[in-house]
């Protein structure tokens, strides 16, 4: 199975990974980019997303990436060559820290008064 990583400026906080099988996404998740950039050099994350940096000798760096849901894990791996530089897209699209610039709360209150959340 395939995984995608996606970045919106609009909701600065969070990637998405969407898995797909035979062309088709069939899952996603939502967590913290603040995980995968602490990940890359230490363990990160509590609960149902852990993230940290793993390597075998004689192989590439690696980061492991840890879902779990009260039933099930799953647990994915991703070369840090591949997900550094897509890390640091994110960051030229939105600094990290700055993150709260780029929310729009005024439309999201509106959206989750009006029952559209």
Partial sequence: MAGR????SDRPYEVEVAFISR??????????????????????????VRVWPFRRPGEPRRVHIELSTDDSICELSV??????????????????GHEGHYLDLDTHLARLLAGKC
């Fill in 79 to 96: 070369r840090a060559s591949e997900l550094t530089p897509w890390l640091e897209q994110t960051a030229a699209i939105v600094p990290p």
């Fill in 5 to 8: 990583f996606s970045y919106r």
């Fill in 23 to 48: 062309g088709r996404t069939v899952a996603t998740w939502l967590f913290a980019r603040e995980l995968l950039l602490a990940g890359l050099h230490g363990e990160a994350g509590e609960g149902d």
